[in-house]
């Protein structure tokens, strides 16, 4: 029999597939990242200026913005409807000045660097009133929405709307926090690190788990052990610690799961009030390798049916030699 | 100039994509012809390799799986939810979990291989909608049970794993997360404005009427204002109803109807894509909500979502819903 298993933080109901779990083999799915270096943009672009550079990581604005801040912010009704034009910013992270095409392969200090560039990207819109959330997310590989060029980046948006997901799991936090005046997500390090089972790997500031309730086969979030709601402030101090243990787990994907495609995103408290979300909230990142595709009851329902069992999956992933290859 | 736009009922936010427009033309087109008959476990005369029917519409006299059936309607060989026991809830620490108590059944809904639901005759279709019905109400009656999900796959890329025309149906132990959220905002609405959500969009849809696909004496078919992919389209019932296990025979011919027509015209719009379904009602028990209102949301697969639309909930779309239902209303 599965097993339904609830989200803690939005409450999402999981169907947990245990007698016919697929083994994780099964999900082992290559693809070709190979990419002519004369052909890729970002190479062929490094002599122009971009508009924030730091130890080779280079900040552009994307040449196919969907946001854009150059009229004034302004909200309004459509009859019932509410609609506002798509004010914002929309940049690129190039990560590396080689072409390389997964982060998996840059040394630290270069993730260490795209870190510490996101968290000042993100100081720098959030004094942008207009501005309510900040996501910095990278997209690997075709299956993940990339396009294939073969370089390293990723990418920040700044949007002037509460994304949906990202209120879900506020209210979530904050419901937990009043109830029992703990961060749901410091009872969460605490009880994965002391139960163990699905704890992929740890250093003394993060702790990398595959979540209880996960929706994708492989899905990991990357948790500081030390409260902190945003990002930003939070890393500051931390980034050689998140830098190792980013590139421990994605080598962990590269080799145990032959170079699939992935998604990264980074989930901080919202700009505004932040005050409000100090104790309630607590930044991590997801982390997910893209391997089955999402069906009509997944989208119908919000329900998600994961194939294979979280504690599987981090077995699997902490058994996974990444010094063999590198 | 892009525009973001709020859901009236759950209150998400989306992007339009209005400097990058797609048409129909510019999406990959894919190729979702039946082709593998001979292995299908789904044609008549290979009954005996699918769990016993549960129900059909087959002419009177005719013996459970045996051929000649309209529409046929199996327990899943490989069910996510088993409907054998009682359902166990648990808390670990902080987590809470449950037995997986469910029921997961496929109806086939056409005899032929070769046929998809765009190709059925008008009975054909009505049968389809029937067995909806049918299966709906009967899992509604199991006490362990607070919601039935109704949806279809086409296409592999929308995740179907036999090509054969079928839907599925699951009955689930809770209320999933989508339609709590609805319900949850139209109830909001409904405390603030003393109306229905879905009636007042019904309103505005026919004064806005860019947006309008096709209608019937029953049903609306339209590309709503704050859409999460191109092209897509809701069906909703015209008058009030809460309920889907409450419609009556004439509803279900227009439903049958109007599905059809829609789905037709994706067909040719956008070149036999592939497609999710899924129908949207009041939870088990709530039949007379006056807040909500059910409705089936067709979703043509044409992107994949990014990162960004994983990690936000804000889906980026590349076509303007009025776009979108000018291109199916003229085909």
């Excluded at chain 1, 990398?208 to 902190?228: D, G, M, Q, Y």
Aim: glycine share 6%.
């Amino acid at each position: 029999m599965s097993l339904l298993r609830k989200d803690p933080i939005v409450g999402r109901w999981t169907i947990i597939a245990t007698e016919r779990a697929r083994r994780p083999a099964a999900f082992v799915d290559p693809q070709s990242t190979g990419t002519d270096q004369k052909l890729c943009p970002y190479c062929q672009d490094l002599t122009s200026a971009g508009i924030y550079e730091f130890h080779g990581v280079k900040v552009s604005n994307s040449i196919n913005p969907i946001l854009d801040d150059s009229k004034p912010f302004e909200r309004r009704g459509h009859g019932l409807y509410d609609v506002c034009h798509s004010y914002g910013s929309h940049e690129i992270v190039m990560e590396t000045p080689e072409h390389i095409a997964n982060m998996a392969d840059l040394p630290e200090e270069q993730i260490k660097a795209v870190l510490q560039t996101y968290a000042l990207r993100m100081r720098i819109h959030r004094q942008n009133p207009f501005i309510e959330y900040i996501l910095a997310y990278k997209n690997y590989g075709v299956a993940a929405g990339s396009r294939n060029i073969g370089h390293s980046r990723s990418q920040i948006m700044a949007v002037p709307v509460l994304p949906m997901r990202v209120k879900d799991k506020t209210r979530g936090a904050g419901q937990y926090y009043d109830f029992h005046e703990r961060c749901l997500f410091c009872d969460m390090v605490r009880q994965e690190i002391k139960n163990k089972e699905r704890v992929v790997v740890e250093n003394e500031h993060f702790v990398v788990i595959t979540p209880f309730a996960s929706r994708f086969p492989f899905e990991t979030w990357i948790l500081p052990k030390n409260h902190h709601c945003d990002f930003a402030d939070g890393v500051t101090g931390y980034e050689e610690p998140l830098a190792a243990i980013m590139k421990d787990i994605l080598l962990r994907f590269k080799i145990g799961l032959n170079d699939p495609a992935y998604n990264y995103m980074i989930q901080t408290s919202p700009v505004q009030n932040p005050s409000s979300f100090k104790d309630k909230y607590h930044w991590h990142i997801e982390v997910m390798p893209r391997l089955t595709r999402v069906a009509g009851f997944e989208r119908g329902t919000g329900f998600y049916i994961c194939p294979i069992p979280p504690e599987m999956s981090a077995a699997f992933l902490r058994e996974v030699d990444i010094h063999a290859r590198t | 100039m892009p525009e973001l736009r709020r859901d009236p009922i759950v209150g998400r936010w989306m992007i339009i994509d209005s400097d990058h427009t797609k048409s129909p033309l510019d999406f990959p087109k894919e190729d979702n012809t039946p082709t593998r008959q001979e292995i299908c476990p789904f044609c008549p005369g290979r009954e005996y390799q699918t769990p016993h029917e549960v129900d059909a519409v087959r002419p009177a006299g005719s013996l459970p799986d045996s051929s000649g059936w309209l529409v046929r309607t199996v327990p899943n060989k490989f069910p996510v939810l088993s409907s054998d026991g009682f359902l166990q809830k648990d808390g670990i620490g902080i987590y809470d979990q449950m037995n997986g108590i469910g029921a997961h059944e496929v109806m086939i809904e056409c005899p032929d291989h070769e046929k998809g639901l765009t190709e059925l005759t008008s009975e054909e279709m009505r049968a389809v909608i029937s067995q909806y019905h049918s299966r709906f109400k009967q899992l509604s009656d199991d006490s362990r049970f607070k919601y039935v999900v109704i949806f279809k796959n086409f296409g592999s890329s929308a995740g179907a794993t036999v090509e054969h025309t079928h839907s599925q149906i699951i009955a689930l132990p809770m209320v999933p997360k989508t339609v709590l959220e609805e319900l949850k905002g139209s109830e909001h609405y409904h405390q603030y404005r003393g109306r229905c959500v879905f009636c007042d969009m019904i309103a505005q849809e026919y004064q806005d009427k860019e947006r309008i696909v096709v209608e019937n004496s029953g049903f609306l078919a339209f590309c709503p204002y704050a859409p999460r992919y191109a092209f897509e389209t809701w069906i909703i019932p015209k008058g009030h109803a809460g309920d889907f296990a409450q419609m009556g025979d004439s509803s279900q011919a227009h439903l049958a109807q109007i599905l059809q027509d829609v789905l037709k015209k994706i067909k040719k719009v956008l070149g036999n894509p592939s497609y999710n379904y899924y129908l949207h009602t009041a939870p088990i028990g709530y039949a007379d909500l006056a807040c909500y209102h059910w409705h089936i949301e067709i979703i043509p697969k044409l992107t994949r979502s990014v990162g960004f639309e994983w990690g936000t909930g804000l889906h980026i779309v590349p076509t303007f819903p009025q776009d979108s239902a000018r291109y199916l209303r003229e085909a």
